[in-house]
């Protein structure tokens, strides 16, 4: 059973940094697409980065290239979002997942719970 857990959110001020975490259980894939997707209130959904497990692939959206980084410990089965000069548009929930035939743009078939991000001005 495939299990996906996050942490590492919190509040912080606008330009501070947070590093989330994914520790994931379950996998038997080597090669599979994990990524970072976050929710705002009232908003959609949002993909914000994405990692060939076993590669050194990422994808990142636009808005967070140069500032996020995706990485994976492999031995702790963890996967990072390192978030780098945060902007206060970007709090919201951040969810980790799992399974994709598509890092960037396909439907993910294992979701984390969550862990909340809020950035002040």
């Known amino acids: 059973q495939v299990q996906l857990v996050e942490s590492g959110g919190g509040s912080v001020q606008a330009g501070g940094s947070l590093r989330l975490s994914c520790v994931a259980s379950g996998i038997t894939e080597r090669n599979n697409c994990m990524a970072w997707f976050r929710q705002a209130p009232g908003k959609e959904r949002e993909w914000v980065a994405a990692?060939?497990?076993?590669?050194?692939?990422?994808y990142y959206t636009d808005s967070v290239k140069g500032r996020f980084t995706i990485s994976r410990d492999n031995a702790k089965k963890t996967m990072y979002l390192q978030m780098n000069s945060l902007k206060p548009e970007e709090t919201a929930m951040y969810y980790c997942a799992l399974d994709s035939r598509n890092c960037v743009s396909g439907q993910y078939k294992y979701w984390g719970q969550g862990t909340q991000v809020t950035v002040s001005s």
């Open positions: 990692m060939i497990t076993g590669s050194d692939y990422t």
